[in-house]
């Protein structure tokens, strides 16, 4: 099953809002299409939402009619500003946005055509090679007999390629070690419960799905041994923002003792933000909290605020896994390195 596809002309991907009840793929042919898809998470997590944003680029520039490269230019401006206004925290999409902008150098328009095509290709390439890579990495973090606790989705479904948290968890259950997992079900959306916990039982992995409020319970009598979730931007210092409640993991991991692990590839860092504080947080539309699954479960006309992200400040990650190695503290410095370093 590959949760984002590229037909040629056209972009396939897992429509993740009908999970788990449905496994539905649908196809666009148009970059709106990809850009609208995006924002009501149909396609969601960072590096996922950065390589379909790629492709949808790529539709977009297959479809401008131009006279001449400069007139070309202008309307793939347009195309990339509509990204780049889908959703703000994930890095990727900018990533992507600023890789496809360098391949829009070339000379004319039909080239720069099948070199975004091209650029998008390898932008997923890269995504997957460095899941999976990363996943390698981490899993040795990950002990027999162990209980690890996972918030959001950080799967297969998130990264178009082999997971970040759960690529970990699902190198560490290759290699043959024995464990568990406790999914949090990740309000409003319940990435937790309909893909974290769905992904997991396809792969025969052990799962106990519980509330966000629960977690605190379990890890203060001692049945976790550690945090371990996806990035969706991480800034210079470490400080990483994550699905809102990923801080609250945090120092619920801190005050009992237990690792708090972020794994993501290096696509997420964003060394040019020196702190979470410059991290833009998506403010979503408060009907994610006052309704579940269209149904209204608060009263009318209450007032509902919807984050859809939080920062983890640096000082309660223990380490971030990444394609490039274990970066620990001081993050400001090996974040550093492991960017520079080919
Ligand atoms: O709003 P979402 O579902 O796109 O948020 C996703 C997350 O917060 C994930 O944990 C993050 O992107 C890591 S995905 C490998």
Same mark, same amino acid.
């Given at each position: 099953?590959?949760?984002?596809?590229?037909?040629?002309?056209?972009?396939?991907?897992?429509?993740?809002?009908?999970?788990?009840?449905?496994?539905?793929?649908?196809?666009?042919?148009?970059?709106?299409?990809?850009?609208?898809?995006?924002?009501?998470?149909?396609?969601?997590?960072?590096?996922?939402?950065?390589?379909?944003?790629?492709?949808?680029?790529?539709?977009?520039?297959?479809?401008?009619?131009?006279?001449?490269?400069?007139?070309?230019?202008?309307?793939?401006?347009?195309?990339?500003?509509?990204?780049?206004?889908?959703?703000?925290?994930?890095?990727?999409?900018?990533?992507?946005?600023?890789?496809?902008?360098?391949?829009?150098?070339?000379?004319?328009?039909?080239?720069?055509?099948?070199?975004?095509?091209?650029? =998008?290709?390898? /932008?997923? @390439?890269?995504?997957?090679? &460095?899941?999976?890579?990363? !996943?390698?990495?981490? #899993?040795? %973090?990950? *002990?027999?007999?162990?209980?690890?606790?996972?918030?959001?989705?950080?799967?297969?479904?998130?990264?178009?390629?082999?997971?970040?948290?759960?690529?970990?968890?699902?190198?560490?259950?290759?290699?043959?070690?024995?464990?568990?997992?406790?999914?949090?079900?990740?309000?409003?959306?319940?990435?937790?419960?309909?893909?974290?916990?769905?992904?997991?039982?396809?792969?025969?992995?052990?799962?106990?799905?519980?509330?966000?409020?629960?977690?605190?319970y379990f890890i203060n009598?001692?049945?976790?041994?550690?945090?371990?979730?996806? =990035?969706?931007? /991480?800034? @210079?210092?470490?400080?990483? &923002?994550?699905?809102?409640? !990923?801080?609250?993991? #945090?120092? %619920?991991? *801190?005050?009992?003792?237990?690792?708090?692990?972020?794994?993501?590839?290096?696509?997420?860092?964003?060394?040019?933000?020196?702190?979470?504080?410059?991290?833009?947080?998506?403010?979503?539309?408060?009907?994610?909290?006052?309704?579940?699954?269209?149904?209204?479960?608060?009263?009318?006309?209450?007032?509902?605020?919807?984050?859809?992200?939080?920062?983890?400040?640096?000082?309660?990650?223990t380490a971030i896994?990444?394609?490039?190695?274990?970066?620990?503290?001081?993050?400001?410095?090996?974040?550093?390195?492991?960017?520079?370093?080919?």
């Open positions: 099953m590959k949760p984002v596809e590229w037909l040629g002309n056209k972009l396939k991907i897992v429509d993740q809002t009908q999970l788990p009840g449905k496994l539905v793929f649908v196809e666009f042919r148009s970059y709106t299409e990809v850009v609208a898809a995006i924002k009501v998470l149909k396609v969601r997590g960072a590096p996922a939402v950065g390589v379909a944003a790629a492709y949808g680029i790529a539709l977009g520039a297959g479809d401008i009619q131009a006279e001449n490269k400069a007139e070309f230019l202008i309307q793939l401006d347009k195309i990339l500003h509509a990204f780049a206004s889908a959703r703000p925290t994930a890095v990727n999409i900018f990533r992507a946005i600023d890789r496809m902008k360098k391949a829009a150098s070339a000379a004319d328009c039909a080239t720069i055509k099948q070199a975004l095509t091209d650029e =998008a290709k390898s /932008i997923h @390439a890269d995504e997957e090679a &460095a899941t999976e890579r990363l !996943s390698h990495i981490g #899993a040795r %973090l990950i *002990k027999d007999g162990f209980v690890v606790l996972t918030h959001c989705n950080a799967g297969p479904l998130a990264t178009a390629g082999y997971g970040t948290a759960l690529g970990i968890i699902k190198a560490a259950w290759e290699q043959g070690k024995k464990f568990e997992v406790i999914a949090t079900e990740t309000r409003p959306l319940l990435q937790g419960s309909r893909l974290t916990a769905w992904e997991l039982m396809q792969d025969n992995i052990p799962v106990t799905l519980i509330t966000d409020s629960m977690a605190g009598r001692g049945k976790v041994n550690c945090v371990l979730l996806g =990035a969706d931007r /991480i800034a @210079a210092n470490g400080d990483t &923002a994550n699905k809102i409640g !990923s801080y609250s993991l #945090a120092v %619920l991991a *801190k005050e009992n003792g237990i690792p708090f692990y972020v794994a993501a590839p290096t696509s997420t860092i964003d060394l040019s933000l020196k702190s979470g504080a410059q991290i833009p947080i998506e403010e979503r539309n408060p009907e994610e909290v006052t309704h579940v699954a269209g149904i209204r479960l608060a009263p009318r006309d209450v007032k509902a605020a919807n984050p859809a992200f939080d920062v983890t400040p640096h000082k309660y990650i896994i990444t394609e490039k190695g274990i970066v620990r503290e001081p993050y400001a410095k090996n974040l550093k390195r492991i960017i520079i370093e080919k």
